[in-house]
């Protein structure tokens, strides 16, 4: 008995510590691959596809990808508002690895790197399905529920 919870809870942080995070360039094949997960897990599942034009206006965010033994599992994009805050947008982890703590590391990571940079607040528009991931990061929703790509959003917002 006592061997299986040894053997089973090191194994799990073990493969979470090899979780690496990397700027992404935009136009780069580590972009088209983040296109390609944030498509199926953010976009396909509603029936849409991201625009030439929606991926070019990204040339100003800063896309961060976090891997899994070279593989890209999860990522976001950080996206300037003004010098004070900025929006973090296109939270996606692959479908096999939701769950497992990923999507904090992202997170986590993603704050530490707008705070470097010297923003003060994180602003993000949460789709209902993520609004109590977000408040287990420490996020609080604004206002009134809103409709983005045709599904109920809230603003939620961190002093970072
Ligand atoms: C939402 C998403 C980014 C969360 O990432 P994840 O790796 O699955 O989440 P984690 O395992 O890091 O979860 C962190 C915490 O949030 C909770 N949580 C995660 N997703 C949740 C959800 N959809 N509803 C409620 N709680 C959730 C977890 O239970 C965990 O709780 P804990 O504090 O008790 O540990 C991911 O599931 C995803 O890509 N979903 C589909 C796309 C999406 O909705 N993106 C957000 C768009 S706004």
Redesign the pocket.
């Known amino acids: 008995m006592g061997r299986r919870a040894v053997s089973i809870l090191p194994l799990a942080f073990s493969s979470m510590d090899t979780l690496v995070f990397h700027t992404i360039a935009h136009n780069t094949p580590e972009y088209v691959a983040a296109v390609a997960l944030r498509h199926a ?2 976009r396909q599942p509603l029936g849409l596809a991201f625009s030439a034009q929606q991926l070019a206006a990204e040339a100003d965010s800063q896309h961060i990808g976090a891997y899994l033994e070279q593989a890209l599992v ?1 990522c976001l994009v950080l996206k300037p508002i003004n010098p004070r805050q900025v929006q973090m947008r296109q ?3 692959d479908v096999q ?9 992202l997170v986590t990571h993603a704050e530490m790197v707008a705070r470097q940079i010297g923003y003060q607040e994180m602003h ?4 209902e ?2 609004v ?2 977000y408040q ?1 990061l420490g996020y609080a929703t604004h206002g009134e529920p809103f409709t983005e790509i045709g599904i109920p959003h809230c603003l939620m917002i961190k002093g970072l």
């Open positions: 897990i953010l999860a939270v996606a982890v690895l939701q769950g497992k703590g990923i999507g904090r590391r993000l528009h949460a789709r399905s993520a109590i991931f287990r």
